[in-house]
C-alpha cells in the first residue's frame, strides 16, 4: 500500500486511547453519519483535484458509490435525531480526521480521555495533514515523518503539537508508550527550521538518563535528516556526550554550531559552568521525565538550568507519564499561563498492560515463582525484571545464569560501553531476558517487551507505572507480574491503587486492604517503606563454591591453551 494512503486515517485513539468502549473513535454513530456524509460530498466531486499544496500526502480517499450507499443505509437505521445533528466536520477533502471547532476538539478529547486545561486553548490536530495544512510545516519534515512510518497522531500528539506550536508553556502527562518523545520533538524541530536563525543553540532537551536522552537524540536525528537552514547549514541537533563534552570544553567545537542539544543534567551544568556552552540564547526547554527531574535528587540541577536559560521569552514543557501534585506546584510557579494535558488517568498505567500482583511468601519464594513461570510458558521473552539495588540485581543475574536463560544485568556500576552493548543485544534478540535496576525505568523504547517482571515492589507509585511501561507500548499488549513477600505489606498498597485506577480486576479483600492510613501515608512519603530483604539464592554455599572451582579450573586450562599456542 503506499506510504501516503496510510496517512488518510486520523487522530490514533484506538490504540493509545485509554477510554474504554468510545475510545474507537472511527466507530462511534456520529463518525460513521460524518462518513457517509462525507461520502456522499465526495461522490459528486471525487474526480477534483486536490491543490498540490493540500494534497502533500497524496491520500485523496475515494469512497465507492456502492460503500457510499451502504453507508447512508446504515446511518439511516440509526436515530434520525443523530442524523440531523451529525455534519461532514469530520472529515477533510481528502478523508483524514479534521477537527474545526471546539465541539469536534470536546468530541475527539472525550473518546481519548483527554483533559486539557488553561487560557485560550488552541484545537487540536486531527491527522498529520494538519501540520501542512495548518501549521505549513516543512515539507522535508513532513517527508521524514512519513519514512520514519509516524502516520497517525496519538492523543498526546494531537494536543501537544498545536500547543507547543503555539508558543505554550505546556504540562503533559499521558500514558507510558503514547509517543510523548514525538509529540515535543516534532514542533521543536519545527519551530527551529522556522526561526531560520543558524547561529546559537535554540533548543534544550533534558532527560534523567543517558539512556534516555540517546534515544530521543535518535528520534531527533531520524526526524531532521537532511533538512537544512540555509543553504549551506544543516538543522544540527546533538547529544551531550562525554567526548562532545570535552570537545566544547577545549574549545575543539563552537557552540554555536548546535541548534537543539539533548542531555543529563548534570553533564550540561558541568559544561555551562565552565563557559563552554552558552545557554541564553535557548527558544524551547523541555523537561522530559519531569517529575523525575523535579523531584530530590534533580531539583537543584534543573533550578540551576532553568536560571541558565535566560531568553525572556523561554518557553518550557514539562512532560511525563506520571504527574504527582507537587510536580503541577513546580509548573504553576516557573510557567506563564500554562496548558495543562492529561491524557487518561495521571496516576494510571497504560490500560494495554495486563498487571498481576504474585504473593511468594518470602524471598525464597520469589525464585521459585520465576522458575515456575519458566516452567508453565509464561516467562515469553523478551522479558525485563526490575530490583530495587544493584547487590540484588547482581544477585538474581548470578542464579538466572545458572538455569541457562539467555540473561544480562544493568545497573548504575556498569560503565556506558557495556550498558549499550547490552541494550543493543537485547534489542535485536541476542538477549532474552534483561535484568536492572530502576536505571531503566523510564522511558526507555523497547519494541516488544512481552513482560515486565518486579521482583522487588518498586517504592512508589510513580516508579510501579513507569517499570511496568516498559511493556504495552505504542498499542501493543503487555503483561507485568508483581512479586511481593509479608514484608511488602506497605509498599504494595500504592501498586494496588495503580491497578484500579488502571481498570485492572482488583480483588475485593485487595481493595479493603489497599485502604492506608494517614500514618502509613506518611510513612511511604518519608520513605520509610525500604525493607531489609533476606539475599537472593536458593544454591547452597557448598555447590556455589564448586561452581566457582569449576569455572577456574576452566579459565586456568583456557589461559594454558593460549600460552602454549
Ligand atoms: N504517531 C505515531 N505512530 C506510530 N508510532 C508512534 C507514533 N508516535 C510514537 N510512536 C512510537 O511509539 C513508541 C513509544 O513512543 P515514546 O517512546 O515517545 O513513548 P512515551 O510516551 O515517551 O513513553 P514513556 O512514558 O515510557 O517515556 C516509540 O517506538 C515511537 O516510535
Given at each position: 500500500m503506499d506510504i501516503f494512503q496510510v496517512?488518510?486515517?486520523?487522530?490514533?485513539?484506538?490504540?493509545?486511547?485509554?477510554?474504554?468502549?468510545?475510545?474507537?473513535?472511527?466507530?462511534?454513530p456520529v463518525d460513521q453519519t460524518a462518513k457517509s456524509q462525507a461520502g456522499s460530498t465526495k461522490k459528486a466531486d471525487s474526480d477534483r483535484q486536490l491543490t498540490k499544496e493540500l494534497d502533500f500526502f497524496r491520500n485523496k480517499r475515494t469512497v465507492q458509490k456502492a460503500e457510499a450507499e451502504a453507508e447512508i443505509n446504515e446511518v439511516k437505521q440509526e436515530s434520525e435525531a443523530t442524523e440531523t445533528t451529525v455534519d461532514s466536520r469530520f472529515y477533510s477533502d481528502s478523508g483524514s480526521l479534521r477537527i474545526s471547532s471546539a465541539q469536534d476538539a470536546a468530541e475527539l478529547r472525550k473518546s481519548y480521555m483527554g483533559n486539557v486545561t488553561g487560557g485560550d486553548v488552541p484545537l487540536p490536530i486531527g491527522s498529520f495533514e494538519d501540520l501542512v495544512t495548518r501549521f505549513k510545516f516543512d515539507k522535508r519534515l513532513i517527508s521524514n515523518l512519513i519514512e520514519a512510518h509516524f502516520t497517525e497522531p496519538t492523543p498526546i500528539q494531537c494536543e501537544g503539537i498545536p500547543m507547543a506550536l503555539q508558543g505554550r508553556d505546556v504540562l503533559a502527562c499521558a500514558p507510558t508508550g503514547s509517543g510523548k518523545t514525538l509529540s515535543f520533538v516534532l514542533p521543536l524541530l519545527q519551530q527551529v527550521i522556522a526561526s531560520r536563525k543558524t547561529d546559537g543553540l535554540k533548543g534544550l532537551i533534558i532527560s534523567p538518563t543517558k539512556e534516555l536522552a540517546n534515544q530521543i537524540f535518535l528520534e531527533c536525528t531520524k526526524l531532521s535528516n537532511k533538512i537544512f537552514l540555509d543553504k549551506k547549514r544543516p538543522l544540527s541537533v546533538a547529544l551531550l556526550s562525554k567526548s562532545l563534552s570535552a570537545k566544547l570544553k577545549n574549545k575543539?567545537?563552537?557552540?554555536?554550531?548546535?541548534?537543539i542539544i539533548i542531555s543529563t543534567p548534570l553533564r550540561l551544568i558541568d559544561v555551562v559552568k565552565q563557559e563552554a556552552?552558552?545557554?541564553?540564547?535557548?527558544?524551547h526547554l523541555i523537561f522530559d521525565e519531569a517529575d523525575k527531574l523535579f523531584d530530590q535528587t534533580f531539583v537543584e540541577q534543573a533550578d540551576s538550568i532553568l536560571a541558565s536559560?535566560?531568553?525572556?521569552?523561554l518557553r518550557k514543557s514539562m512532560v511525563s507519564a506520571t504527574m504527582p501534585s507537587g510536580l503541577e506546584q513546580i509548573a504553576q510557579s516557573i510557567m506563564l499561563d500554562p496548558v495543562r494535558i492529561i491524557i487518561g488517568h495521571k496516576e494510571a498505567a497504560n490500560s494495554s498492560i495486563e498487571q498481576k500482583l504474585v504473593f511468594c511468601g518470602n524471598e525464597e519464594g520469589k525464585l521459585v515463582a520465576i522458575r515456575q513461570l519458566i516452567q508453565e510458558g509464561?516467562?515469553?521473552?523478551?522479558v525485563i525484571i526490575f530490583l530495587e539495588s544493584i547487590t540484588r540485581a547482581k544477585a538474581l543475574f548470578h542464579e538466572l545464569l545458572y538455569d541457562n536463560l539467555n540473561v544480562d544485568v544493568i545497573h548504575a556500576e556498569r560503565t556506558q560501553i557495556q550498558r549499550a552493548k547490552i541494550i543493543e543485544r537485547f534489542r535485536t534478540g541476542e538477549i532474552w531476558c534483561l535484568i536492572c535496576t530502576d536505571v531503566l525505568a523510564r522511558g526507555v523504547d523497547f519494541k516488544g517487551v512481552n513482560l515486565v517482571i518486579n521482583y522487588d515492589v518498586p517504592r512508589s507509585a510513580q516508579s510501579y507505572v513507569h517499570r511496568i511501561g516498559r511493556t504495552g507500548r505504542n498499542g501493543r499488549e503487555g503483561t507485568a507480574i508483581t512479586f511481593y513477600t509479608k514484608q511488602d505489606n506497605l509498599a504494595v498498597k500504592p501498586i494496588i491503587n495503580v491497578m484500579k485506577q488502571s481498570g485492572s480486576e482488583v480483588a475485593e479483600w485487595m481493595d479493603q486492604f489497599a485502604k492506608m492510613t494517614k500514618r502509613e501515608k506518611e510513612a511511604l512519603k518519608k520513605g520509610k517503606s525500604s525493607i531489609d530483604r533476606q539475599q537472593i539464592s536458593t544454591v547452597p554455599k557448598m555447590i556455589k563454591q564448586k561452581r566457582r572451582q569449576r569455572e577456574e579450573m576452566v579459565e586456568a586450562s583456557k589461559r594454558r591453551k593460549a600460552l602454549d599456542t
Amino acid at each position: 500500500m503506499d506510504i501516503f494512503q496510510v496517512l488518510t486515517r486520523g487522530a490514533n485513539v484506538k490504540r493509545n486511547g485509554r477510554s474504554g468502549g468510545s475510545a474507537d473513535f472511527s466507530k462511534t454513530p456520529v463518525d460513521q453519519t460524518a462518513k457517509s456524509q462525507a461520502g456522499s460530498t465526495k461522490k459528486a466531486d471525487s474526480d477534483r483535484q486536490l491543490t498540490k499544496e493540500l494534497d502533500f500526502f497524496r491520500n485523496k480517499r475515494t469512497v465507492q458509490k456502492a460503500e457510499a450507499e451502504a453507508e447512508i443505509n446504515e446511518v439511516k437505521q440509526e436515530s434520525e435525531a443523530t442524523e440531523t445533528t451529525v455534519d461532514s466536520r469530520f472529515y477533510s477533502d481528502s478523508g483524514s480526521l479534521r477537527i474545526s471547532s471546539a465541539q469536534d476538539a470536546a468530541e475527539l478529547r472525550k473518546s481519548y480521555m483527554g483533559n486539557v486545561t488553561g487560557g485560550d486553548v488552541p484545537l487540536p490536530i486531527g491527522s498529520f495533514e494538519d501540520l501542512v495544512t495548518r501549521f505549513k510545516f516543512d515539507k522535508r519534515l513532513i517527508s521524514n515523518l512519513i519514512e520514519a512510518h509516524f502516520t497517525e497522531p496519538t492523543p498526546i500528539q494531537c494536543e501537544g503539537i498545536p500547543m507547543a506550536l503555539q508558543g505554550r508553556d505546556v504540562l503533559a502527562c499521558a500514558p507510558t508508550g503514547s509517543g510523548k518523545t514525538l509529540s515535543f520533538v516534532l514542533p521543536l524541530l519545527q519551530q527551529v527550521i522556522a526561526s531560520r536563525k543558524t547561529d546559537g543553540l535554540k533548543g534544550l532537551i533534558i532527560s534523567p538518563t543517558k539512556e534516555l536522552a540517546n534515544q530521543i537524540f535518535l528520534e531527533c536525528t531520524k526526524l531532521s535528516n537532511k533538512i537544512f537552514l540555509d543553504k549551506k547549514r544543516p538543522l544540527s541537533v546533538a547529544l551531550l556526550s562525554k567526548s562532545l563534552s570535552a570537545k566544547l570544553k577545549n574549545k575543539i567545537v563552537s557552540d554555536k554550531k548546535y541548534d537543539i542539544i539533548i542531555s543529563t543534567p548534570l553533564r550540561l551544568i558541568d559544561v555551562v559552568k565552565q563557559e563552554a556552552l552558552d545557554l541564553s540564547s535557548v527558544k524551547h526547554l523541555i523537561f522530559d521525565e519531569a517529575d523525575k527531574l523535579f523531584d530530590q535528587t534533580f531539583v537543584e540541577q534543573a533550578d540551576s538550568i532553568l536560571a541558565s536559560c535566560r531568553d525572556p521569552q523561554l518557553r518550557k514543557s514539562m512532560v511525563s507519564a506520571t504527574m504527582p501534585s507537587g510536580l503541577e506546584q513546580i509548573a504553576q510557579s516557573i510557567m506563564l499561563d500554562p496548558v495543562r494535558i492529561i491524557i487518561g488517568h495521571k496516576e494510571a498505567a497504560n490500560s494495554s498492560i495486563e498487571q498481576k500482583l504474585v504473593f511468594c511468601g518470602n524471598e525464597e519464594g520469589k525464585l521459585v515463582a520465576i522458575r515456575q513461570l519458566i516452567q508453565e510458558g509464561y516467562f515469553k521473552p523478551p522479558v525485563i525484571i526490575f530490583l530495587e539495588s544493584i547487590t540484588r540485581a547482581k544477585a538474581l543475574f548470578h542464579e538466572l545464569l545458572y538455569d541457562n536463560l539467555n540473561v544480562d544485568v544493568i545497573h548504575a556500576e556498569r560503565t556506558q560501553i557495556q550498558r549499550a552493548k547490552i541494550i543493543e543485544r537485547f534489542r535485536t534478540g541476542e538477549i532474552w531476558c534483561l535484568i536492572c535496576t530502576d536505571v531503566l525505568a523510564r522511558g526507555v523504547d523497547f519494541k516488544g517487551v512481552n513482560l515486565v517482571i518486579n521482583y522487588d515492589v518498586p517504592r512508589s507509585a510513580q516508579s510501579y507505572v513507569h517499570r511496568i511501561g516498559r511493556t504495552g507500548r505504542n498499542g501493543r499488549e503487555g503483561t507485568a507480574i508483581t512479586f511481593y513477600t509479608k514484608q511488602d505489606n506497605l509498599a504494595v498498597k500504592p501498586i494496588i491503587n495503580v491497578m484500579k485506577q488502571s481498570g485492572s480486576e482488583v480483588a475485593e479483600w485487595m481493595d479493603q486492604f489497599a485502604k492506608m492510613t494517614k500514618r502509613e501515608k506518611e510513612a511511604l512519603k518519608k520513605g520509610k517503606s525500604s525493607i531489609d530483604r533476606q539475599q537472593i539464592s536458593t544454591v547452597p554455599k557448598m555447590i556455589k563454591q564448586k561452581r566457582r572451582q569449576r569455572e577456574e579450573m576452566v579459565e586456568a586450562s583456557k589461559r594454558r591453551k593460549a600460552l602454549d599456542t
